[in-house]
């Protein structure tokens, strides 16, 4: 089993959680941040500002990113 952190950015803002998340594997965590993020993106999406981003990424035990999601809000002219 390995660990990983979650960690969300919006703006300037950026952190990470301290207790780790044991996943099985790869896939595993992968589908686990997929459903976090799915709980999440519904609020967040509601108060996204015009030209912004939204990021949560899954962390390796070394807290480097192994997965990321991104929602960017664009203003196309």
């Keep these: 089993m390995s660990l990983y952190f979650f960690r969300i950015s919006q703006g300037r803002y950026s952190g990470a959680a301290d207790q780790p998340y044991e996943c099985a594997s790869r ?3 992968w589908s686990e941040l ?7 993106i519904g609020g967040i ?7 912004a981003e939204w990021r949560m990424e899954l962390l390796d035990e070394a807290k480097q990113p192994v997965f990321r999601i991104r929602l960017v809000a664009e203003s196309v002219g």
């Design 34 to 40: 997929t459903a976090v993020c799915a709980d999440l």
């Design 27 to 29: 896939e595993s965590a």
């Design 45 to 51: 999406s509601r108060s996204l500002q015009k030209d």
